[in-house]
C-alpha cells in the first residue's frame, strides 16, 4: 500500500493519519494519502504568502519556462497518470489518456493567450482626457489563491484553475477532491520536478467535510476557485464572503427536440453527450424536452444507441464504468424508482450490480418525479413529452440550475429565439451540451456557478488592475 503524502513549501508533510483511496471499479482500497490537520493547512497558507511577491517579481518569462516544463514532464509521465486516474476515478484508460494531453494543451493555450493580453494605455488623444498625461493599466497578481477540484477531472480541472493564476505571479493551496488526491499530488510532484520555487504551489489533502472550512476561511486568502456540488457551493458563499470567488457548481441541462430534422444524428448526439463518463459529468444532457409530435420518432433512436453502450471495467474502455462511489450509485436508483413508482416507463437498463449501473433510459417523466429536476449526476436520461414551445421553455426554466441546454432544430431563428429566452449560461444550438474548447468563456447562472472559467476568465478572475499615471 503506497502512501502520498502533501506537499507544502516543496516539502512531503509526515502526517499521523492517512485516508483510504479506494478504486471505484473494485472496491479495494488502491493507496492513501494524507489527512492534515488545521496547522499544518496554515502552514501552507503561510508558505504561499511568503513566496507570491518573490514569485511574481521572477517575470512573466520565468514562469512561463516552468509552464513549459510542467506541460513536457505531465506529458512524458501520461500513462502513469491516466493510469492512476482511472484506479481512483474508474473513468476509462482512454478518456483519462485524453485528459492529460488536454491539460498539456491548455498549458500552451494559457500562455499564448496571457501574451495576447495588452496593458491599457491612455493619453490625451484617448476619449475623454484632457490632461497632458499618460495612463497604463496592467493586470497584476492578486495574491494567494485556493483552489478545489472535483474528482471526475482531476487534472484538467485542477490546472485550468493553476495555470492562469501561476502564470500572472499568484501562489496556491491546493485542494484536489478526495479521489483525486493521488494524482493530484502526482501534478504537484511534476511541477516541484519542472524546478517551482518553494511555496509557490502547496497541495493539502484530507476528506472536505473535515479541512474544508479550514481553507476557505484563511485569512491569507485573496481568491477562490472552486469546483464540486452546489451545496459546499453554497457553504462556501457564506462563510468566504470577504473573498473573490470563481464557483462551478452542478447542472441539469436540457436538450430541447423541436422538429424531426436529422434525428439520426441528434439521438446519437444526445447519447454521447447524457452517458459519457457514466453521466458524472455537470455539462451532460440530463433530460431530453421532447415535442409530442416527434417524440415516438427519437425516443426509438435514442433507444437504439443506448442499447449499444458498452458497459465495464476501466481497463476496457467502455463508456460506462462504475460510479464513483455506492453511495452515488444508490442516489441514481432512488431516482429511477420514483419515477417508475410515478408511471415513468423504463426502456433500457435500471439495474446495477453494487456502483455499475446499466444505462437507463426513462419515458413519459412528468414534472413530478424527482429526476425531472435533480441532477443524477448518473447514467440516466429522463424524456419528458410537451406540445407547446412555451411548455418547454417554462418547464427548462424552472430548473434551479442554469449551466448549459441544447436546442436542436432546422429552424435556426426559431432556435435562436428561444436560446435567448433561457435561463443558463450557454445555449448550444444544434450541438450537445459540453464544456467545449476551454478557449471558450465557461458559465452558469442560479445553482449552477458564480463567476466565468475559460483562459482568458481566469487569467482575468486571478487579476487585478494596477494603474499608472503620469502627468507631463
Known sequence: MKKFKAII??????????????????????????????????????AAKAAQKKWEALGVEKRIEFLIKWKELLLANEQDLATTMMHEIAKSYNDCLTEVRRTAEYIYLTISEYKDMDVLTYNKDSKGITEDIIAKYKRIAKGVGVAISPFNYPINLSVSKLAPGLLTGNTFVYKPATQGSVVGIKIIQLAVKAGIPAGVLNVVTGRGRDIGD???????????????????GKRLMQISSSKDLVLELGGKDAAILLDDHNLEHIAKDIVAGAYSYSGQRCTAIKRVITKNAIADKIVGLIKNEVIKLSVGLP????????????????????????????????????????????????DYVTVDMNVAWEEPFGPVLPIIRIEEIDEMIRVANKSNFGLQTSIYSKDVDLAYKIAE??????????RRTQRGPDVLP??????????????????LSTTRYRGIIIKK
Do not use: C, W
Open 9 to 46: 513549501n516543496n516539502k512531503e508533510i509526515e502526517t499521523k493519519t492517512y485516508l483510504d483511496i479506494m478504486d471505484p471499479a473494485t472496491g479495494e482500497v488502491y493507496a492513501q494519502v494524507s489527512a492534515l490537520v488545521a496547522e499544518e493547512i496554515d502552514e501552507a497558507f503561510k
Open 421 to 430: 429566452q433561457l435561463e443558463v449560461g450557454t445555449v448550444n444550438i444544434n
Open 315 to 362: 481497463i476496457d474502455n467502455p463508456v460506462i464504468t462504475p460510479m464513483i462511489d455506492i453511495k452515488s450509485a444508490d442516489f441514481v436508483m432512488d431516482l429511477i424508482n420514483d419515477a417508475t413508482s410515478k408511471g415513468a416507463k423504463v426502456l433500457h437498463g435500471g439495474t446495477r450490480k453494487q456502483n455499475l449501473l446499466e444505462p437507463t433510459l426513462l
Open 442 to 459: 465557461f458559465l452558469g447562472v442560479k445553482d449552477s456557478g458564480f463567476g466565468v472559467q475559460g483562459i482568458k476568465e481566469t487569467i
Open 214 to 232: 479550514v481553507i476557505v476561511t484563511n485569512p491569507l486568502i485573496n481568491f477562490i476557485s472552486f469546483t464540486g456540488s452546489v451545496q459546499v
